[in-house]
Each structure stands twice: as C-alpha cells, then as structure tokens.
C-alpha cells in the first residue's frame, strides 16, 4: 500500500510524469524514461516511456533508488554514467533525484540511452564516406557470421533513424528479406542470431523467411 503523500509531494510527482512525458515524446525511440515513485519503493516506477528495457509499471526501486531513501545527502545527479539493459546492450544513464521542501528524496528520472542506434549510425555514416561502399558490402557478405548479421540489422535499422528493436513489423520483414537475398540466413544459427537482435521469438523470423 502506498504511504501517504502531502500534497506537496503529490503535486511534484505530479509534475513529473509530465516532464518525463516530453522529454520521451523528444527523444524516442532510443531514450527510456522511467519515473520511479521513492515512496513506494517495493512498486518504485511509476511510469516508463520508450521501453527499452523490459520493465513495468509497479517494479521495485534500483539499488541507486534505495541509496537514495536511505541518504538524503546523496548525490543528486549521476549523469552520463554507464550502463547495460538486460540483453547485454550498452546504454548511458542520467539518473536525477527529486526532493521535497524537508530535504527528503521522492522521486528520480532517469534516462537510458541505447546506444546501438548511434553505433549503427556511425557504421552508416562510416559506409557512405567509403570509396566504393557497396562493393565492399558484398564482400564482407562472404565470410559472413554472427558480428557481420548483427552489423548489417543495424546499418538497416540506421536507414530508419531508429534501433533493430525499434523496427516495425513490415521493417523487420524487409530486412530477414534482405538478409535472406545476401545469404546471411544460410549462417549457423541465423535466425536465433537475428531473433535476440531484433527481440523478437525465432517463430516470428522463420514468418517473415517464409
């Protein structure tokens, strides 16, 4: 059961969730924003927009959540830090804690960059600057394995502005075309390969390989 807030409290948390609303509307896909509700630390976020790491509304504080009701005087901005979602993806956090007017934590935003989408970006941008790109493409298809299927979803994915996960049904279905017309399917384990890049079950690629 949650605590009973002041109506000061219940007026920043308020506050919040409509800051943390316009700044994922900004920044989607590739940025989460998670409000986390201090006072009810056993149910922390409150909400979590762009959801790039699995989470849901209702689930615990972070230990950075936990340090934060235990100590009033900790720091209250941890920017740019590194970070890892569950699935192994590298992601930069800031986490921003929120306080009242006693001096006490009740709330923090934190924000999860995923940095694939930039990764895939920098390996686009990378292409087009090369001389004769395209060639160099179809060569690299030859010795094609697992690192050469996860570079070309994400050059894919680039074309998009957005991240492998973030691609839409008819995205994703254009790119297993894609990758089955270039022989990348025939690899040992493609589609498991492709399924956890794209977090999608290995069902739904052998679908759009049919």
Request: proline share 3%; charged share 25%; hydrophobic share 40%.
């Amino acid at each position: 059961m949650r605590k009973h807030r002041t109506a000061e409290q219940q007026a920043l948390l308020k506050q919040l969730t409509q800051v943390a609303r316009g700044i994922g509307e900004t920044f989607a896909p590739f940025c989460e924003v998670v409000v986390h509700d201090l006072l009810d630390p056993k149910h922390a976020i409150l909400e979590i927009h762009n959801n790039l790491s699995g989470r849901e509304v209702g689930d615990p504080a972070t230990e950075l959540g936990l340090a934060r009701i235990a100590d009033p005087e900790y720091t209250q901005v941890i920017a740019n830090y590194a970070n890892q979602f569950a699935d192994g993806r590298q992601a930069k956090s800031t986490s921003i804690g929120i306080k009242d007017s006693t001096g006490r934590y009740i709330a923090a935003l934190c924000m999860n960059v995923d940095l694939t989408l930039f990764r895939s970006l920098q390996s686009a941008l990378g292409n087009f600057v090369s001389v004769d790109a395209a060639a160099a493409m179809k060569e690299s298809l030859d010795p094609a394995g697992a690192d050469v299927i996860r570079s070309r979803i994400d050059q894919f994915a680039a074309r998009f502005a957005t991240t492998p996960r973030s691609l839409k049904a008819e995205e994703r279905r254009a790119l297993v075309r894609e990758l089955k017309d270039s022989g990348c399917m025939e690899v040992r384990r493609a589609m498991e390969i492709v399924a956890l890049h794209l977090g999608v079950s290995r069902a739904t690629v052998y679908s759009y390989a049919k």
